[in-house]
């Protein structure tokens, strides 16, 4: 925890792979951090609290972002992946209320988990990957301003709740089904 204090980090080791469980969690100084090319998970809760980050770039290898990874970095404004990214953890941008909508469309994402990204109001359009099979309970409640909704795959699954809250979405897309029943 001595980086708690810390605003700038740039010189963890090249050779990691994993930021581990709660690595730098509460790390409420914490404005840039350079995360080393080979790592390939970031870990559960490992940015939790950390309310001064306001951007990240995930290295392309990063195929994993684990639960509640970014939750409570609320100025985080944008965080890029590469695309590799096929799990999101629940509740892994909780309350990024200020994050700045992801390219979800090129991600490998099969399923979006319940609160994965709860109140992140400045969401406008969200493109889902043609990989996408399911929509969790709640995972984007409370995006205020989420307008439209593009669905790219084949089979969906979308749960109830899944965007509860979201009273300004006025379009539906669904590119490659017809939905059953909304």
Known sequence: KHNQMRSVIDDLPTNIEHIGIYALSDCSA????????????????????????????????????????????????????????????????????HLETPPFY??????????????????????????????EDQAFTKSDNLTSLIFNSDQIIIENGAFSYCENVRRLIFKKIKPPSI
């Open 30 to 97: 914490l404005k840039k951090i350079t995360i080393p090319d080979g790592v390939v998970s970031i870990g559960e809760s490992s940015f939790d609290g950390c309310n001064s980050l306001k951007s990240i770039a995930l290295p392309n290898g990063v195929t994993s972002i684990g639960i509640a990874a970014f939750s409570g970095c609320t100025n985080l404004t944008q965080i890029s992946f590469g695309n590799e990214t096929d799990y999101i953890g629940a509740a892994a941008f909780d309350a990024c209320i």
């Open 106 to 135: 090129n991600m490998k994402l099969e399923t979006i988990y319940g609160n994965s990204f709860w109140g992140c109001d400045t969401f406008q359009t969200v493109e889902f990957p043609p990989t996408l099979r399911k929509v």
